[in-house]
């Protein structure tokens, strides 16, 4: 008979942490890349261009389902007119690029929507004109709009403007034209901080 001293017991595999690294990773992180690439995430406005309506610094929730489901063909109102939307400029313009750290690249903006693909939008005597009706007029003649002809958004597109209409303070659709909505992030027309609440409509309408 074999001696008993010769027979040994197998040792317990170990567990493999590299797999319940992966597990963890998996676990943790595509849920959140699935739902701030999917479905919504934090934006903080930089700069003066919402003015008064925003302020640099302010919290906002962009909402990023409604395009994406606008994408796959499921229908639904978006944008709207006077929804306040995050957004790349266009590629083809020069307005759209800023240098940070000597890198060159596209930043993103907010805006508000005031036309949609298929209106016909205009600036005349102070007063943006979309499809013969005025939607925004500047006060005492403040000289905030350069006029510019009517011109027809096309369809897939947006036509935006900065709520902060003083020259110089917002580049938008006057200087970059009509928005892809390809590059448009989602509608972000709730603030969280410093006064959280909805955003405001358009203070000109």
């Given at each position: 008979?074999?001696?008993?001293?010769?027979l040994?017991?197998?040792?317990?595999?170990?567990?493999?942490r590299?797999?319940?690294?992966?597990?963890?990773?998996?676990?943790?992180?595509?849920?959140?890349?699935?739902?701030?690439?999917?479905?919504?995430?934090?934006?903080?406005?930089?700069?003066?261009?919402?003015?008064?309506?925003?302020?640099s610094?302010?919290?906002l929730?962009?909402?990023?389902?409604?395009?994406?489901?606008?994408?796959?063909?499921?229908?639904?109102?978006y944008?709207?007119?006077?929804?306040?939307?995050?957004?790349?400029?266009?590629?083809?313009?020069?307005?759209?690029?800023?240098?940070?750290?000597?890198?060159?690249?596209?930043?993103?903006?907010?805006?508000?929507?005031?036309?949609?693909?298929?209106?016909?939008?205009?600036?005349?005597?102070?007063e943006v004109?979309?499809?013969?009706?005025?939607?925004?007029?500047?006060?005492?003649?403040?000289?905030?709009?350069?006029?510019?002809?009517?011109?027809?958004?096309?369809?897939?597109?947006?036509?935006?403007?900065?709520?902060n209409?003083?020259?110089?303070e917002?580049?938008?659709?006057?200087?970059?034209?009509?928005?892809?909505?390809?590059?448009?992030?989602?509608?972000?027309?709730?603030?969280?901080?410093?006064?959280?609440?909805?955003?405001?409509?358009?203070?000109g309408?």
């Open positions: 008979m074999p001696d008993s001293s010769d040994s017991t197998p040792a317990a595999p170990t567990p493999r590299s797999s319940s690294w992966r597990r963890w990773l998996l676990g943790t992180l595509l849920p959140v890349y699935l739902l701030t690439t999917f479905v919504g995430t934090l934006a903080r406005v930089d700069g003066q261009s919402m003015e008064d309506t925003l302020r610094g302010d919290l929730l962009l909402l990023k389902y409604p395009r994406w489901l606008s994408a796959w063909g499921v229908p639904l109102t944008p709207r007119p006077g929804d306040v939307v995050i957004f790349k400029a266009p590629a083809d313009s020069p307005y759209s690029y800023e240098t940070v750290w000597g890198v060159r690249h596209r930043p993103y903006n907010v805006k508000r929507v005031m036309a949609l693909g298929g209106d016909e939008v205009a600036i005349q005597d102070g004109v979309v499809n013969g009706r005025v939607v925004f007029r500047e006060l005492g003649g403040e000289g905030f709009l350069n006029p510019q002809a009517p011109q027809r958004v096309p369809p897939g597109h947006v036509w935006v403007l900065g709520d209409r003083r020259l110089g917002s580049l938008d659709s006057r200087a970059y034209g009509p928005v892809d909505l390809r590059d448009v992030a989602g509608p972000a027309n709730l603030r969280l901080w410093p006064q959280p609440g909805l955003i405001g409509p358009d203070p309408r």
